[in-house]
């Protein structure tokens, strides 16, 4: 069955350090201040530091007239020490310190959320935010790839079983928005060099992941992200058969074995956002549905399962004019398939 294993999360802040300096000659109040660094460290590894107080230009050099009092020296470095404390303290207030109650990552990232089994998060941590935007962190999306396609590799030599990989990808999920796991999954199945076997696979894998209630609204539309990103990047130009590979995916979620785990399949209802999107690729109208229409009347014609899943449609009408002007644009074994799926 499906294998993950590594999932590369990483989430990285970007941090500045004070301006340390001075020359040799200053005295240790001073030369301590210009080194100061306020730097906290979360548990999940996120950095966050302050900006460091002193600079040398604001330090005065030691005096070597001898006739200068070392008591003047001294309360003059005692005043700039007072200045950088409550400098300090204004920005300590405004920009808490990280720990592991006060991480900028959602709360969902903590092990005591990772989903169980059935999808389920645990009851005591309230989700935090699932969007990219809401995160004021870097994440590291090439190690994150890398972990994702060596589990769906090892998934599809069947060297674990589903439930194995369902539970990294949940895990990936609590690391990071499930809207960039699953934009990156399709960029795996799209882009990098796997085969029909391949992507039969990863439809399985993301039939399972879309039972979980907590994240599948977030899976969606990381599905719908990365047709959105293909588009702008047009990149049908280095993968001509970006949406045939993008419908077999789809087509093996929804058409996903019950052998395999049972519950809920997605419709194409489902994929409604992804489809609409991939519109915008005006080159053919309804690319993307009309594949995965084609698609399921090809592999299970004699089982009315095309014809059922045209049928239930709704967000996306059968009835709408384009629609029905694409489908019968569209020929399967010499007869055009909207007859085919109206018959």
Known sequence: METD??????????????????GGHQDAATHALADSKSTSRSSTGVRKNLVGLGSHESLQPFSRD????????????????????????????SRP??????????????????????????PSITSGPTDANDIDIDIDEDRIQRGILHDVKEYCTDAVKIQEVFDEMMERCAQAPPSTIFRLLMKAAVEETLNAHDRRYIGQLLCRCLQADHIRAEALKGIADYARSAI?????????????????VLLWAILCDMKHFDGHRPSLDDFAETFQTAQQDTRKPHVLLLLVLKRLFETFDEKGVAQFAFAEMRVISPDTPDLIEALKATTVDGSDLYTLLTQ
């Open 97 to 122: 310190l990280l720990d592991a109650s006060h991480s900028p990552v959602p709360d969902s990232a903590h092990p005591a959320a990772l989903a169980d089994s059935n999808g389920t998060p645990s």
């Open 232 to 248: 702008n990047d047009e990149l049908w130009v280095d993968v001509p058969n970006l949406w045939e590979y993008m419908a077999e």
């Open 66 to 93: 001898a006739s200068k009092s070392r008591k003047s020296s001294i309360a003059d470095s005692d005043s700039e020490r007072q200045q950088a404390l409550k400098l300090t303290s204004q920005i300590v207030s």
């Open 5 to 22: 294993d590594a999932l590369g999360s990483a989430r990285r802040n970007k941090w500045t350090t004070g301006a340390g300096g001075g």
